[in-house]
């Protein structure tokens, strides 16, 4: 079974801060990506990756940064945490070729800013 | 507008009812998913359509690209089926998000 893994289901910080959050996945997936999910909105693309050091914003990418140094790793990265930040966020990959495939999520962050 | 409207937003249930959630899009697309989302936030793919029918179980996903539509079935509805449900399609590269259906199923 494919497993992603996320390093903190939830996450309390201050506006201000640099705040890290870490993605792994154990099935050597090409893509990854980072969503934040808030209530009526349903997902939003933040960043996806499709290769080692390589990225493309998605929806909403302002105030947030996006790290793959290795395939199996995808940081998340808020420069300074705004208190419009607060909400779940939600790692997942899949397999190379066709970013229509299916994808596998993990457990989601969520994140606090006060 | 989103390109991806659900309906309805919120159901509640009886056990062993048939549910039926539907999805429309505005958009021409190659791909549509339907996901199931649990408290506590895990996300899991139940299908991906991109012509006719697919069954699993008691959940059967339907789609009709002509209309730009889909619905999602559940036969005899159980307590263990109240979940977020949420419809995606893959457009321009991405998929697009519907905002879900949030189902519950008393006993």
């Known amino acids: 079974d494919v497993k992603v893994t996320q390093s903190s289901r939830y996450l309390v910080k201050r506006t201000g801060e640099k705040v890290f959050l870490e993605c792994v996945q154990d099935m050597d997936h090409e893509n990854m990506f980072w969503y934040r999910q808030d209530p009526g909105l349903g997902l939003r693309l933040i960043y996806f990756s499709y290769d080692v050091k390589m990225k493309e914003k998605g929806d909403i990418p302002e105030g947030y940064s996006v790290s793959r140094e290795k395939k199996e790793r995808f940081s998340l990265i808020l420069e300074s945490a705004s208190t419009n930040q607060t909400s779940m966020y939600l790692c997942?990959?899949?397999?190379?070729?066709?970013?229509?495939?299916?994808?596998?999520f993990g457990p989601g962050t969520r994140l606090t800013v006060l | 507008k989103n390109e991806v409207e659900q309906s309805p937003q919120n159901l509640t249930a009886q056990e062993g009812e048939f549910i039926t959630i539907n999805c429309s899009y505005s958009?021409?697309?190659?791909?549509l998913h339907w996901l199931q989302q649990h408290p506590g936030g895990g996300i899991v793919s139940l299908f991906m359509?991109?012509?006719g029918k697919k069954k699993h179980g008691r959940l059967i996903a339907t789609i009709n690209i002509q209309e730009k539509h889909s619905s999602l079935h559940i036969t005899a509805s159980h307590p263990r089926d109240s979940a977020v449900y949420i419809c995606?399609?893959?457009?321009?590269?991405?998929?697009?998000f519907g905002a879900g259906t949030i189902l519950r199923v008393k006993s």
């Open positions: 995606a399609v893959y457009y321009g590269n991405k998929l697009v």
């Open positions: 359509l991109s012509s």
């Open positions: 997942a990959s899949s397999l190379a070729g066709s970013l229509r495939d299916t994808q596998y």
């Open positions: 958009v021409g697309i190659s791909a």
